[in-house]
């Protein structure tokens, strides 16, 4: 019997070593690396002072990230030849200024610590750093991830949600990154930030039944307004603040204009059409604290998903490159 376990314990030690398992930890690179949050966190400062794309940007780019191979910033591999994660056509149109900001972190961060600090980690970093230089909750993040080795266009398909999803759709691909509904509903209050393609809305204003052309879901006087911004057959470069009320603060917003039928996609709105979700989208309305918190467990999770770390993966010296 004794014997049994001991071999049950060294099989388990040596699968753990393996696979190079290590744990994330907020404290990770406390002596490998000890000013980096700082140093981020001034690069990332610096950069929304020229551009407050770089807010929202960042914030959508860790989103992707996460959710295409786990956290390790296989989003940021560039490819000659197309074929690299942010090349597929569900990158959604990912802004440059999200890839710049952790770029330019980067170089910032290996000048003090070279070859230390993963891409992933400062994208982790970056994109909590925006949400509070945007007034929205400060937060303190796990570290410890390592850079992924794969970065293919072809793995995106089916691991993003689309914009006309309904809550059965939602919950399942935040459920396959062991995420619920409610870290499900808090994070899609990043949409209190940044922009969207006309295309992606305009069925609900032109062509959304036979019966009714405008989503009976839409607040008529909004959707008037979202008509002026989005005439039919616009150019597909016109994009329009997701929130139209503060599309430069990080706060409620977003769930306020769920309740008057303010919500963009037909993604957002259904948190509050489905009975399932409405009571959580009128209690982050109402209580901006229960959201913040919601939002801070659910980034906490999200920045878990995928994750390499020990052994695995590598640490990039250019984010957009495997090491070679
Ligand atoms: C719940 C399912 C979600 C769907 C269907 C969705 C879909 C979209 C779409 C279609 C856009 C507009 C892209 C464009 O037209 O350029 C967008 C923008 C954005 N999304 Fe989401 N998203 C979701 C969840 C999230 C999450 C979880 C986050 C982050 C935590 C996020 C952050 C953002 C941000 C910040 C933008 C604005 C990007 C910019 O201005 O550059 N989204 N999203
Ligand atoms: C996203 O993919 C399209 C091709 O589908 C490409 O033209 C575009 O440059 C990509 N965006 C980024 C930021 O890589
Ligand atoms: C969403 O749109 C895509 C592309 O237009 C379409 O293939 C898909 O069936 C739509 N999904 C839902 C749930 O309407
Ligand atoms: C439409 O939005 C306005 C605020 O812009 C709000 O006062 C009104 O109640 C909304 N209508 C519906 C049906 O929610």
Do not use: W
């Amino acid at each position: 019997m004794a014997g049994r376990t001991v071999l049950t314990l060294l099989f388990l030690l040596c699968t753990i070593m393996q696979r190079g398992q290590g744990q994330l930890s907020e404290t990770f690179y406390s002596t490998s690396c000890p000013k980096v949050e700082s140093i981020v966190r001034q690069v990332v400062a610096q950069k929304i002072t020229q551009t407050f794309v770089t807010v929202p940007a960042t914030l959508r780019l860790f989103f992707h990230d996460c959710f295409v191979e786990g956290c390790d910033a296989s989003v940021m591999i560039a490819s000659p030849n197309g074929n690299a994660e942010k090349d597929a056509p569900d990158n959604l149109s990912l802004a440059g200024d999200g890839f710049d900001t952790v770029i330019k972190a980067k170089a910032a961060v290996e000048k003090s610590c070279p070859r230390v600090v993963s891409c992933a980690d400062i994208l982790t970093i970056a994109a909590r750093d925006v949400v509070a230089l945007a007034g929205g909750p400060s937060f303190k993040v796990e570290l410890g991830r390592r850079d992924g080795l794969i970065s293919m266009a072809s793995r995106v398909a089916g691991n993003l949600p689309e914009s006309n999803f309904s809550l059965t759709q939602l919950n399942a691909i935040f459920a396959k990154n062991n995420l619920d509904q409610t870290d499900m509903i808090a994070l899609s209050g990043a949409h209190t930030l940044g922009f969207a393609h006309c295309t992606r809305f305009a069925n609900r204003l032109y062509s959304f039944s036979p019966s009714s052309p405008v989503d009976p879901d839409l607040n008529s006087t909004y959707a008037q307004q979202l008509m002026q911004a989005c005439p039919q057959n616009v150019d597909s470069q016109i994009a329009i603040n997701m929130d139209p009320v503060t599309p430069r603060t990080f706060d409620n917003t977003y769930f306020k204009n769920l309740v008057n039928k303010m919500g963009l996609f037909t993604s957002d709105e259904v948190l509050f059409t489905n009975k399932a979700s409405r009571a959580t989208v009128v209690d982050f309305a109402n209580n901006p604290g229960n959201f913040n918190g919601a939002f801070v467990a659910a980034m906490r999770k999200l920045g878990r998903v995928g994750v390499k770390t020990g052994t695995a993966g590598q640490i990039r010296v250019d984010c957009t490159a495997f090491n070679s």
